[in-house]
């Protein structure tokens, strides 16, 4: 049975999600909740070994826009009245 494709597939679905799931939690840990593009953006990540490269990355980083090369977004600029 452990040899049987299905088995495999099944197993390595449960790595990826449970890869995705750590790499939320670290980074939440460090950045607060992702936005939804983010959220998206690991949700479509079916390769574990780039999860692996991207929990590495989150002691690199310093926000989710990082984590994907992706501009942060422009800070506002606050006028006194």
């Known amino acids: 049975m452990r040899e049987s494709s299905g088995y495999q597939m099944i197993l390595a ?16 840990s460090k950045f607060g909740s992702p936005d939804h593009l983010t959220a998206a953006a690991l949700n479509a990540i079916n390769d574990i ?14 926000s989710w826009q990082e984590l994907f090369h992706r501009p942060a977004p422009p800070a506002r600029i606050r006028r006194n009245k």
């Open 13 to 28: 679905e449960g790595r990826l999600e449970e890869a995705r799931k750590l790499l939320l939690i670290l980074g939440e």
């Open 49 to 62: 070994e780039q999860l692996e490269l991207l929990a590495k990355r989150l002691i690199e980083i310093n």
